[in-house]
């Protein structure tokens, strides 16, 4: 195909992390010889895996600060055959939509690293900050580089590596390091995406040999390809669409109903949610944080970059169901919401709720409501980081997380109500804050296609204002338990990962254009394919 | 359209302040005392007044059609035909709004330093209101209607705030909750109206937009207004839908019938806040919201029609709660919601102006009553209950006789504010000829004559009780006990006077041109409502009409009065006391239901939020007992499968085969529920799963 490559920053990006995880394995082995002691084994593994994340955070500017907003292309492609039998390429580049989940990869990769180092702020008692650090550092940085791999990746077998790549790290993050009932939430959470992921490898081999002969990066010519650009190209042509069906059913359908199964248990869809609820309140803080931030969007992207952009008239066909699914998301999930007295599962449910906007905006394939979803994306990615170490915050000093249990804490502590207050409305889609940007373009992208279920949708307003409010209400104001007269305000880590995040959460809700110039062009090519123009 | 790049201060700069105290004030305050907290709180608004009288001074040096100010900052949301920008726009009705707003909060903040002196979370007060001020200049200036949600949703975020100021009392946090998600509940409607235009109008010309002067050059075509009015939507003309949508939006903010309950509730926060947000200014948006959409509104008679019928009901049945209240605010609060009413008949009829002008007057009188009550609860050492206060005019006579005042004005006493705009709605409510049912200016016209006399009373009623007679409260209940009542500091009797004066001369901007004298207001809002001014059509009385009627409310403003002096002066008459304690079956009913407020709130609790709450554990159990049920269920089929292939496999097949199953089923020893370890399992349920959802969509959408 005619992408060569142009630079190998997204390679280095990717496997940074990955060499820091090294690094930190050496040191492990070293450590069997020369013994170090526990205090200095922790802090190195600890510096290093810092020190990549930064690195990555900082490649990740230079690869905002280099992108051509104007192009409609793929930049930053680092192309070569990886397999020549197997047609399997690497092959990595960005694009408009891809480059906000890097960006923001980074940015919440590095803001859950100062969560998970005990720096900068006291902790008390036994925390997960300080058990098996080598490991824990290890497994994030393996992680880091999953998500980056993820969705930097266009060769579809690569894709489905670095997806793959994911998921161990994240089994043993929430199964070591989390909470009571971990192993539980661990399995939960590793069989459902397992599942998932099954579905995408059947769909990913279906696609590929019902893919035309192509080419490979060096010119050698291939009779299927795994090429993610060559497969759009093959499928927006109706390749596909009139490909031999499978059990009597039309080939595309079925390859859009595995791959969207495989991704929707990601994102998480309605009935495939539960696994999230577990994961997220056992999981320590910055995997929650990782979790909600990153992970959900990588169902969502997913969708957009195979469902919708190689199969586009089974994307049409589906259009109706997935926007059913968008609004019980949304609905749904709020009212669960209200019923939670756990508060980290509240805010867990309520991603789930988020994360039904993203799939009504995509299901209205209009321009307002495919912006509004990235948007909400990316809103999200940033608000729900928020809220969860907020969350953290609480359960580290009260060791509980039960939200009648507290009360009248705002006096005690008044900047970290402020701060929860600002990440409650952003969340409840305050206009001016970035959650509303969102929010808004899909309800009035959607509204244009489903009326009634956009209507029902947006009565989720009103509840989530009420769950949110009423949890302010429960938490912060009235009389303060004397249970909690000991507690303290928030510390300098806590507000080195809340503030830039809460900044941002203002800045794009005022001003979003620089996430829009990072993302239209490509939405709109992704719009010429899918979208009745409007 | 005239650019004016200072437009967007008047905005931006109490933003500033409430930066400013948000994150130094509390420093400030602790390092150099109360004045660093209040002195830039008090001189951003003040500014922004000073930017919008050389706004004004800009306007009128403009044609009297071209008085159009606008300034953009920058997109904002450019999205296909949503193009909205952070741009502000001055016409003569945001000015009016603007005027008032920035005049009357500067006072308030002014009055405020006295009345909060004892506060100390004084810096997140002063923080909260300027930051109210950013929004509801905001709300007031937007040029689209995004921008304005942005302002719409932000007072009621402010307003949240300073309900629940004193949050440490749980009824204040609960009021404070109550406030917003009735709110939320009108912002639902707005955000649906603004879609259902919006795609209405794309329907039909194939673009649209969201700035307001675009609207209302599309919405001026012959063929588009043909258009709205003649598709349908669930029975209604796609316009009156719009129309319908936008008032739900109004009905939240301004308090109306159904949705007025958090209104009085308000009354919780601060009083200062109770004057400026629950009185003066955010309440009244919903009614700028129907002026400034009058394009809209008015080419549909049915909505006209509705908005001034629940203008009309809700200023009468707001004014019989006001008759037995004994909290000072709560009677005010009721009179806020009557007189909202007002002003909804006025913009419910067409007389845009007017409503207008009832606005602003109202946000003079109301204040000043409002501050008058505060100076009273300050000087009686926060008591609020009127049957504990009593002759407080001897003890603070500058607050009696600013008191007295503006509830003349509110009464509508000849040449006092209240009267000139008051009269002019309830004429323009008899002279329509818009209104849809039978007797139609007639019916509004005697239902707002009815809560004038209403009006008249329950407002004397409340100064009689609290300022005559002998003071009631000396022994005490509150622990404050034997403290004598006194008079306010300066600068809160100082705002009074001011408030009290424009009480009774502002009226006479819009004087009746039955007096064959200028209307300046009229005059001056005019170019912003001639575009709907030929749909708007009169009844067409004669001026003997316009006498009679101007005569006859007077007469019921003086009828309440001399009703309310007769029963409360002085506390010497026994009758409302008799009437209370009546044993009387008819009586003793009426005053429960009417004293009770007709239990409106009881039966929201029990249907709304009784059917939200049970709602919300039906959800829960299915998604514990069902969803994930499932879930776990899958879980423990797999294993059962996973068993019996492991059977088969240690027996048939060579046990090494299944090591790795082995291993993965190990890691999930501790939840012997999920784990299976088996992936062909997992293949069978997924895939079964994805025939299941393929045969669905197959029936649901073929």
Redesign the interface.
């Given at each position: 195909m005619e992408y060569q490559t142009t630079s190998t920053l997204l390679t280095w990006m990717t496997f940074l992390p990955m060499i820091g995880a090294g690094l930190i394995i050496g040191l492990v082995i070293l450590n069997y010889v020369f013994s170090l002691s526990k205090a200095a084994l922790d802090n190195v593994s600890r510096a290093i895996a810092f020190v990549s994340t930064l690195g990555v955070l900082l490649l990740a500017v230079r690869l905002w600060a280099g992108f051509d907003g104007n192009s409609t292309g793929m930049q930053f492609v680092h192309h070569f055959v990886w397999m020549r039998q197997f047609n399997i390429e690497y092959f990595m580049g960005v694009d408009g939509i891809s480059i906000t989940m890097v960006l923001l990869t980074a940015l919440i990769t590095f803001v859950a690293m100062i969560a998970s180092v005990p720096w900068w702020g006291k902790i008390e008692g036994q925390h997960f900050t300080g058990k098996k650090v080598p490991g824990y550092m290890v497994m994030f940085l393996l992680l880091e580089t999953g998500m980056l791999g993820t969705f930097c990746a266009l060769d579809f077998f690569q894709f489905y590596i670095f997806w793959e790549l994911m998921l161990l790290p994240m089994y043993f993050l929430i199964?070591i390091w989390g909470g009571p009932r971990k192993?539980?939430a661990a399995?939960?959470f590793f069989?459902?995406t397992?599942?998932?992921s099954?579905?995408m490898l059947l769909c990913m081999i279906g696609l590929y040999y019902a893919s035309g002969p192509s080419t490979l990066v060096d010119g050698t010519p291939a009779q299927h390809t795994f090429n993610i650009m060559a497969l759009s190209a093959m499928g927006q042509a109706g390749f596909f669409a009139g490909a031999a069906p499978v059990l009597g059913?039309a080939f595309s359908?079925?390859v859009f109903?595995?791959l969207f199964?495989g991704f929707s248990i990601k994102v998480p869809m309605?009935?495939f949610?539960?696994?999230l609820p577990d994961a997220h309140v056992e999981a320590p803080t910055p995997i929650s944080v990782i979790l909600a931030g990153i992970l959900l969007k990588m169902g969502a992207y997913g969708m957009l970059r195979f469902n919708f952009q190689m199969l586009p008239d089974a994307a049409n066909?589906?259009a109706?169901?997935i926007a059913v699914f968008g609004m019980i998301n949304i609905v749904?999930a709020a009212?669960?919401c209200?019923?939670?007295k756990d508060l980290k599962k509240m805010i867990a449910y309520s991603s789930v709720s988020h994360m039904g906007f993203v799939l009504l905006g995509m299901a209205a394939m209009?321009?307002?409501g495919i912006?509004?979803a990235v948007f909400t994306m990316v809103s999200h990615g940033l608000i729900s980081p928020m809220l969860f170490l907020i969350a953290g915050v609480i359960y580290d000093r009260a060791h509980t997380r039960d939200i009648e249990g507290f009360g009248?804490l705002?006096?005690k502590m008044p900047e970290y109500s402020?701060i929860m207050g600002l990440a409650f409305?952003a969340s409840l889609g305050?206009?001016?804050l970035a959650g509303f940007?969102g929010e808004?373009?899909v309800?009035?992208g959607a509204?244009?296609k489903f009326r009634l279920f956009?209507?029902v949708s947006?009565?989720a307003?009103?509840?989530t204002?009420?769950y949110y409010?009423?949890t302010?209400?429960r938490m912060?104001?009235?009389?303060?338990n004397d249970k909690w007269s000991t507690l303290w305000d928030l510390n300098w880590r806590e507000r080195i990962t809340l503030y830039p995040l809460g900044v941002m959460v203002i800045i794009f809700g005022?001003?979003?254009?620089p996430v829009?110039d990072l993302m239209n062009k490509s939405l709109h090519a992704l719009m010429d394919v899918v979208c009745s123009r409007? | 359209m005239t650019q004016y790049p200072l437009l967007a201060l008047i905005p931006l700069l109490p933003l500033l302040g409430a930066a400013y105290n948000?994150f130094v004030g509390a420093r400030m305050q602790k390092r150099f005392g109360y004045a660093a907290v209040h002195v830039p709180a008090i001189l951003m608004p003040g500014i922004s007044f000073v930017i919008t009288v050389l706004a004004f001074a800009r306007l009128v040096s403009l044609p009297h059609h071209e008085r159009v100010l606008t300034t953009t900052l920058?997109?904002?949301?450019?999205?296909?035909?949503?193009d909205a920008g952070?741009a502000f726009l001055m016409d003569p009705l945001a000015l009016v709004m603007c005027g008032f707003i920035t005049f009357v909060g500067t006072l308030i903040h002014i009055y405020s330093v006295g009345y909060m002196h004892e506060e100390p979370s004084y810096w997140r007060f002063f923080s909260y209101l300027n930051l109210f001020m950013f929004t509801m200049l905001v709300l007031v200036l937007a040029d689209n209607f995004?921008l304005m949600?942005?302002g719409?949703?932000?007072v009621g975020?402010c307003s949240?705030l300073l309900i629940?100021f004193w949050?440490?009392?749980?009824k204040?946090?609960?009021a404070?909750?109550k406030a917003?998600?009735v709110n939320?509940?009108g912002?639902?409607g707005f955000?649906?109206g603004l879609?259902?235009l919006?795609?209405s109008i794309?329907g039909v010309t194939g673009g649209s937009s969201v700035v307001f002067r675009n609207i209302e050059e599309i919405l001026a075509q012959p063929a588009v207004r043909e258009a709205l009015s003649s598709q349908t939507v669930l029975g209604l003309s796609l316009i009156s839908m719009i129309g319908i949508l936008f008032f739900v939006g109004a009905m939240g903010k301004s308090a109306q019938i159904p949705l007025y309950v958090w209104l009085p509730d308000a009354m919780a926060g601060p009083t200062p806040v109770s004057a400026l947000i629950h009185a003066a200014t955010m309440v009244t948006a919903g009614v700028y919201l129907v002026a400034r959409l009058h394009f809209v509104f008015a080419l549909s008679p049915l909505v006209m029609s509705w908005v001034a019928l629940v203008g009309a009901v809700t200023a009468v049945f707001a004014a019989t709660i006001g008759f037995f209240q004994h909290d000072i605010k709560k009677v005010l609060a009721y009179s806020t919601v009557s007189q909202l009413g007002y002003m909804f008949i006025g913009v419910g009829v067409g007389a845009y102006w007017v409503a207008i002008f009832h606005v602003m007057t109202h946000a003079f009188f109301k204040a000043c009553l409002f501050l008058g009550s505060g100076s009273v609860i300050l000087g009686c050492h926060h008591e609020q209950d009127m049957r504990r206060m009593g002759g407080l005019k001897k003890f603070m006579p500058v607050t009696a006789w600013t008191y007295f005042i503006a509830c003349c004005a509110i009464a509508g006493f000849p040449f006092t504010s209240g009267f000139f705009s008051k009269d002019e709605i309830l004429w323009k409510a008899f002279d329509s000829g818009n209104l849809l049912f039978p007797g139609g200016g007639l019916m509004i016209w005697a239902l707002g004559a009815l809560g004038a006399v209403c009006t008249a009373f329950y407002m004397f009623r409340s100064y009689y009780m609290t300022f005559t007679g002998e003071y009631r409260g000396a022994h005490g209940h509150n622990g404050h006990g034997g403290h004598q009542p006194h008079e306010s500091p300066r600068n809160m009797t100082h705002v009074l006077v001011v408030l009290a004066a424009f009480s009774l001369v502002a009226g006479f901007i819009g004087l009746p041109h039955l007096w064959h004298l200028p209307s300046y207001l009229h005059h001056w809002l005019d170019p912003v409502f001639s575009g709907s001014a030929e749909i708007i059509r009169s009844a067409g009385h004669g001026s003997g009409h316009e006498w009679a009627l101007m005569i006859f409310s007077v007469a019921l403003a003086l009828t309440g009065w001399a009703f309310a002096r007769w029963l409360y002066r002085d506390n010497r008459n026994a009758a409302p006391s008799r009437l209370i304690e009546s044993k009387h079956p008819l009586v003793c009913g009426i005053h429960r239901l009417v004293y009770n407020k007709y239990y409106v709130d009881e039966i929201y609790d029990a249907v709304f939020v009784g059917f939200?709450?049970w709602?919300?554990?039906?959800?829960?159990w299915i998604?514990r007992n069902i969803?994930?049920a499932?879930?776990n269920f899958a879980?423990l089929f797999g294993r059962l499968v996973g068993r019996v292939h492991g059977l088969t496999d240690t027996h048939v097949v060579d046990g090494a085969v299944n090591g790795t199953a082995w291993s993965i089923a190990s890691?999930?020893s501790?939840?012997r529920?999920?784990?299976?370890g088996n992936?062909r399992t997992?293949?069978y349920?997924?895939?079964s799963?994805?025939i299941a959802?393929?045969i669905?969509?197959f029936i649901?959408?073929g």
């Open positions: 199964g192993e539980y399995i939960k069989l459902y397992l599942a998932g099954v579905l059913f359908k079925i109903v595995g199964i309605f009935p949610h539960t696994w066909w589906a109706h169901t749904y009212f669960v209200l019923a939670q209009t321009p307002q912006t509004g009248g705002a006096q402020g409305m305050l206009p001016g940007i808004f373009l309800f009035a509204f244009v956009t209507v947006a009565t307003v009103i509840i204002a009420a409010l009423w302010i209400q912060f104001l009235g009389k303060l005022f001003y979003p254009l829009f409007i | 948000a920058w997109s904002w949301m450019p999205v296909g035909s949503v952070v995004i949600f942005v719409w949703e932000g975020l949240y629940s949050y440490k009392e749980k204040n946090a609960v404070g909750m917003f998600i939320r509940i912002d639902f955000l649906l879609l259902l919006f795609w794309h939200v709450m709602f919300r554990k039906i959800c829960d998604d969803v994930d499932l879930v879980g890691m999930g501790a939840l529920l999920v784990q299976t992936l997992y293949l349920i997924a895939i799963g994805a959802l393929v669905m969509n649901l959408f």
